[in-house]
């Protein structure tokens, strides 16, 4: 860990804590925590009125942790909205991850806020007819566990039909989808007007969340942070529940690091924890965060041409084969399948346009 590195942590523990930070910064060190803070979406959550800031980036991370304030709250807005909405066509409903980890930060207006999920009953079918009887269903494409859905403004939002995405392997991610699908029924109205899941749905849908988007693409501190504030909010019994189901749902590895960068990170207790931290898968995902930043936007395998990313892509993945077999070569057969599909889509529909079949 480089001196950079521990002031940025040394701040994140403060703020998710609401305790004051004490540490004092020389400019190039300020500049350095803001740079990492806004690669990783953790500005609002960083933020603290010091003096010793360089006044031109104090003012203007003021000014963002005003905006994230103010998005926040019309993203509880709109969640609430969508949650009456859809309870008037007789539809149960959960937020997912965003603002549901919101409330549950020592500020719950400073987590930089992404789109909204939301989870409605029904299953596949059922979900996209109401969406298209209801005329909010987007123009995109279907996902495998979600549609997107017309809205005002520029939020945008996912509606789930499956609760999670799941694991690449068929096997786990069967066992992972019908427990999720079960324990997403178990809801709870929270007073800023939405329900939200159980803890243990979510320690375990997020833990599979991290892994997947780890194993993709990228994972940041900002979903570390959202763990973090999940197991603060965990029972004995959700914590023992969660931990019996890792190894079943093939997030053993997965927990181990997250359990490592939240000790090394955020020095959570260990009876927190929901199995012993493992340094050196935990080393491998710290390194990816941090290269990565949020879900690995930063990432210099997105930077290069198609054929460079997809061959360092290849070893990236090869490279992450001792994390998760299992889930690596499952991955990579989702890969090889859309590299055989694609071309025959494209002459299907007579075109050299992928976006002419992205909905096919």
Known sequence: MGKYEKKLYALLRTAMTGNTFEEVLTDDEWRWVYKAAAKQSLLGVCFQNRADMPTDMAMKWAAETEIIRGLNKLLNEEAARLTKLFAEQGRKSAILKGQANARLYTNPFSRQPGDIDIWVEGGRDSVV????????????????????????????????????????????????????????????????????????????????????????????????????CLLKNATEDDRMQVASLLKRFGLWNIAGA?????DEVLNLDESLMLCPPDNKFGKCLLRGIMTGGNFGRYDKRKKKGLFSRTIATRLWHLKLVRFNFWE?????????????????????????????????
């Not at 002459?347 to 002419?356: A, F, H, M, Q």
């Open 129 to 228: 007819a109401l969406l298209k009887d209801m005329q909010i269903l987007s123009d995109d494409m279907i996902h495998y566990h979600h549609a997107h859905i017309k809205t005002e403004g520029s939020i945008k939002v996912d509606v789930h039909f499956r609760p999670s995405s799941g694991n690449f392997n068929p096997i786990t991610n069967r066992r992972l989808q019908k427990w999720l699908e079960q324990e997403i029924n178990q809801t709870t109205y929270v007073d800023i007007g939405f329900n939200v899941p159980t803890i243990s749905f979510a320690l375990v849908m997020q833990l599979a969340h991290i892994q997947h988007h780890f194993l993709a693409s990228g994972i940041g501190l900002r979903q570390v942070c959202d763990y973090y």
């Open 328 to 360: 690596i070569f499952w991955l990579e057969i989702s890969f090889l399948k859309i590299l055989v599909r694609t071309p025959l889509l494209l002459i299907k529909y007579r075109t050299l346009s992928l976006k002419d079949v992205i909905n096919k």
């Open 258 to 262: 997250l359990m490592w960068v939240l």
